[in-house]
């Protein structure tokens, strides 16, 4: 490859002696993939690669560097720290084993409003992992490039190897981030979503300060102010619910709250490939059959190049990427209003989470800093079935501040703008895991219909014995027994001490915040101690008595 090297292109890190190539296109980078190998062409156009044994992210491999800029602004409890003298090590090692090496650089933007944006420099060893990120950030226009001053650079070498002993690692892989430096490495790992999760921990930690709120959500739009937000973790239907095709989709994945509204920090998807239905997802399920779109640890007929989207053999974690303008009703702009609804989406494992319920602020602060989901088979290495989990912010990998900064945020537009706020569950019902079964689809969309359209918050509602919130007692189009979980139990009883568990687990949880919040949000906490919907006896004294 042609050297294309730039002066001061790749903020600290000195890659002089590497041959950069900058900003290849998607054909370019395509042609390139399947010339030295990377990847193979399926059937309908799309590049099929694979991940070998890193087919999610390395959670316990990420570190941030502790130095006088970051011990009092980063979250040390969530996240590992690194001293300078190992990053030092670190950059000089990864300068040497880059040297001679041909590398794929691109200059790309982290966010769509134009007065918060991040230029970043990402430096790739695959051509594939350029093309991700070409079609996952936001490409500069030509004019743009001509004066395009990076900010942060990203390099990703999978086939560096970091040295524990040397480096202070956990293992080979390493994903570390210097803010004084401007500067994320990432070493040891073939998987792609390193590199997009490391842009949205960047702006994780930078918007904060001016008071834009940075999230890890989706958000589509019905309309002029008719936005809405999407919270949730890989895997409770955050990408497949904001693809509506009724509605606009702004972006997938990681949004920022600014004065001017909500704007994506991303330029395309990154969707889950596991039995993705043509049925259920058309929009994502068309992607999987054309050009450009890249495939990640998706089974390929060697012979047909048929896609086989059943088979989790290679990992349950498949993935897809491909441009925002791959979704026919997507708005490549990426910018829209302040949400008229906030949608905090779980994946509710015990069986106790009502399909929707209604929040009060305090209530949406509370379980915004609680994240309650399920961990989702293949999202983490080593996660091979749902497990229940806390993931404060719905985000806490990529949330280096202290999640009171972004509660506080939060509730302060939620007030601001007069949002209403839905909690939705997307796990089972009917008993947990093991048991019950997964809520239908078709039932999650009808029930988000009615709250974005603004016909649901004006029925009937109950409120939920256990955890306070707001439940429909009925609503068009869904049978009205799925809206009282207890009642989808064969044992009420047992769903009792499922809830008592569930809430037990939740005060716990929120201890760690108790002194950050006020009284309001700590009395929207659930109730562990309320008395049975049947019997009127606790929940509690239930399950202490069947011990």
Request: hydrophobic fraction near 35%.
């Amino acid at each position: 490859m042609a050297s294309h090297a730039k002066t001061g292109a790749t903020p600290g890190i000195d890659l002089s002696k590497a041959d950069l190539v900058w900003n290849r296109n998607e054909a370019q980078l395509y042609e390139q993939a399947v010339l030295t190998g990377e990847g193979k062409i399926a059937k309908d156009g799309p590049l099929v690669v694979t991940t070998g044994k890193h087919t999610g992210r390395s959670a316990n491999d990420k570190f941030v560097v502790r130095d006088e800029s970051t011990e009092n602004t980063v979250w040390w409890d969530a996240n590992a720290s690194m001293t300078p003298d190992q990053f030092k090590t670190l950059r000089a090692d990864f300068e040497a084993h880059l040297a001679g090496k041909s590398l794929y650089a691109q200059q790309l933007h982290g966010g769509a409003d134009l007065d918060y944006r991040l230029p970043v420099s990402i430096v790739t060893e695959y051509a594939w992992h350029s093309l991700f990120i070409r079609h996952l950030l936001r490409r500069p226009d030509r004019d743009e490039l001509e004066n395009f001053q990076a900010e942060f650079s990203i390099v990703n070498a999978p086939s560096f190897r970091a040295d524990p002993a040397r480096h202070g690692t956990n293992s080979e892989t390493v994903i570390a981030v210097n803010f004084a430096e401007r500067l994320v490495l990432i070493g040891g790992t073939s998987y792609a979503g390193e590199t997009k999760k490391s842009v949205f921990s960047i702006l994780n930690y930078l918007l904060p300060q001016k008071a834009v709120m940075p999230m890890h959500c989706s958000v589509n739009t019905g309309g002029a102010d008719d936005a809405a937000i999407f919270f949730g973790l890989s895997g409770t239907g955050k990408t497949t619910l904001s693809a509506d095709a009724t509605r606009m989709l702004v972006g997938d994945d990681e949004h920022g709250w600014s004065e001017n509204g909500l704007f994506n920090f991303e330029g395309g998807c990154y969707a889950k490939m596991i039995r993705l239905s043509e049925e259920a997802e058309p929009e994502i399920y068309a992607t999987t059959r054309q050009w450009g779109t890249v495939l990640e640890n998706v089974v390929m007929d060697e012979e047909t190049r048929e896609l086989d989207l059943d088979d989790g053999s290679l990992a349950e974690n498949s993935r897809g990427a491909y441009p925002i303008t791959a979704i026919p009703n997507a708005d490549p702009d990426g910018r829209c209003g302040h949400p008229r609804n906030i949608i905090m989406l779980t994946c509710d494992a015990f069986g106790v989470m009502p399909p929707i319920a209604k929040l009060t602020p305090e209530q949406a602060m509370y379980h915004f800093l609680s994240g309650y989901t399920a961990k989702v088979a293949g999202t983490e290495k080593g996660v091979t079935e749902p497990q229940a989990t806390f993931s404060t912010c719905f985000g806490a990998p990529f949330m280096p501040r202290h999640p009171s900064e972004y509660g506080d945020l939060l509730r302060n537009l939620i007030g601001k703008h007069g949002v209403d706020c839905w909690l939705v569950n997307t796990g089972w019902t009917g008993g947990a895991y093991g048991e019950g079964s997964r809520m239908p689809i078709g039932d999650t969309r009808a029930l988000l219909r009615g709250a974005l359209d603004g016909s649901l918050k004006a029925g009937e509602f109950r409120e939920d014995s256990f955890f306070g919130f707001q439940v429909p007692l009925s609503v068009e189009g869904v049978d009205n027994a799925l809206l009282d979980p207890r009642g989808t139990w064969g044992d009420p009883m047992a769903y009792d001490r499922q809830a008592t568990k569930l809430a037990d687990m939740f005060i716990k949880n929120f201890a760690k915040f108790e002194k950050h919040v006020g009284q309001d949000v700590r009395d929207a906490a659930p109730d562990p101690d309320s008395p049975g919907p049947v019997s009127g006896q606790s929940a509690r004294s239930d399950l202490h008595a069947a011990k």
